[in-house]
């Protein structure tokens, strides 16, 4: 196996089918959880090294010695990111819609909550939660971000991409009294909408990216890494990489249809140096705009070696 894992568990988008299959796969000894100082679940090691000791660098130490580990919790993605290889990190994620009301329904049975659904959607502390815990990190920089309404297949990629075998524990856990989308009104459902758009965005454009990783698997072709960091209507500055390829990608810069020039994604980026990516790091690209009136949007970035466009 050989493989260290950081996932990301949003609650309600099938995480922990997902955490039990890899606890299958992995091993009750390669296996760790943090779920909160306060929570059971919590594994041993995380709690001494994380919340008594305070030393993030204890758990990397312990954890890389094993020759696997898988390690999952409700944690934004920022608590432990430079630990990890940026595509060793992986999450589920879920039409909001549909997290919204699963998380509402197991508040109701397993915390307590008495309030009414549009309490629950007006606090802050339930809106956006998937992009909230995810978003810090670009996109396109995640290892393998799966659609909980495409379980199994994100499953099967899983195991193709990296080589493992999790077996499928997908659990069809029915809440007592389930409130179901069918069922809402139509001013409820805006109100949810309303309140999760970010949730909205994030989740339609993982929904596209996982489109892309199937086909590129399909065409036998690497998926590239990367995200564009900033664009106006002067420069375009991202980034591009692939696993375990030591080659300078060529980003080809199109103005919608037109083509206008080619860059190589050489650049620096310290920050990736520090998440292992390939070529210590020197994934960066830049590009100037010359040809005026150029809307930022108008702008494609595409990998020439595969077709894939960095977003």
């Known amino acids: 196996m050989g493989q260290h894992f950081l996932f990301v568990h949003i609650p309600k988008t099938a995480g922990t089918s997902f955490r039990l299959s890899a606890q299958a796969y992995f091993g009750d000894d390669h296996t760790f959880f943090d779920y909160s100082q306060e929570s059971t679940e919590t594994s041993a090691l995380i709690r001494q090294s994380i919340y008594v000791k305070q030393d993030p660098h204890l758990l990397y130490d312990k954890l890389s010695k094993l020759p696997c580990s898988f390690f999952s919790g409700h944690f934004p993605t920022t608590k432990y990111m430079l630990l990890y290889k940026t595509s060793r990190i992986v999450?589920?994620?879920?039409?909001?819609?549909?997290?919204?009301?699963s998380h509402y329904n197991h508040y109701k049975n397993h915390h307590g909550y008495q309030e009414s659904l549009m309490t629950f959607v007006e606090d802050p502390r339930f809106q956006n939660l998937q992009s909230r815990l995810l978003?810090?990190?670009?996109?396109?920089?995640?290892?393998?971000?799966g659609i909980t309404e495409k379980y199994r297949e994100s499953l099967d990629l899983f195991?193709?991409?990296?080589?493992?075998?999790?077996?499928?524990?997908?659990?069809?856990?029915?809440?007592k009294d389930a409130l179901k989308a069918r069922e809402?009104?139509?001013?409820?459902?805006?109100?949810?909408?309303?309140?999760n758009a970010r949730d909205i965005s994030f989740y339609r454009r993982a929904v596209a990216q996982l489109a892309v990783r199937q086909r590129l698997h399909r065409e036998k072709k690497p998926f590239t890494f990367g995200c564009i960091q900033e664009k106006t209507d002067s420069k375009i500055l991202g980034c591009a990489f692939q696993e375990d390829n030591d080659a300078a990608l060529t980003i080809d810069i199109y103005a919608k249809e037109e083509y206008l020039a080619s860059v190589t994604a050489k650049d620096f980026k310290p920050g990736l140096a520090l998440q292992g990516v390939s070529r210590r790091g020197y994934v960066g690209f830049e590009?100037?705009?010359?040809?005026?009136n150029l809307a930022p949007e108008a702008?494609?970035?595409?990998?020439?070696?595969?077709?894939?466009?960095i977003v």
Not at 91 to 101: C, E, N, T, Y
Not at 184 to 195: K, S
Not at 303 to 308: D, I, N, R, S
């Open 184 to 195: 809402l009104d139509t001013e409820t459902l805006h109100a949810i909408e309303q309140a």
């Open 135 to 145: 978003s810090k990190k670009p996109m396109g920089l995640y290892g393998f971000l």
């Open 159 to 175: 195991n193709q991409l990296y080589q493992t075998k999790l077996p499928y524990l997908h659990l069809n856990r029915s809440e």
């Open 287 to 292: 590009y100037q705009l010359t040809k005026k």
């Open 299 to 309: 702008i494609r970035c595409i990998v020439k070696e595969t077709g894939q466009e």
């Open 91 to 101: 999450s589920f994620v879920r039409d909001p819609i549909h997290q919204v009301l």
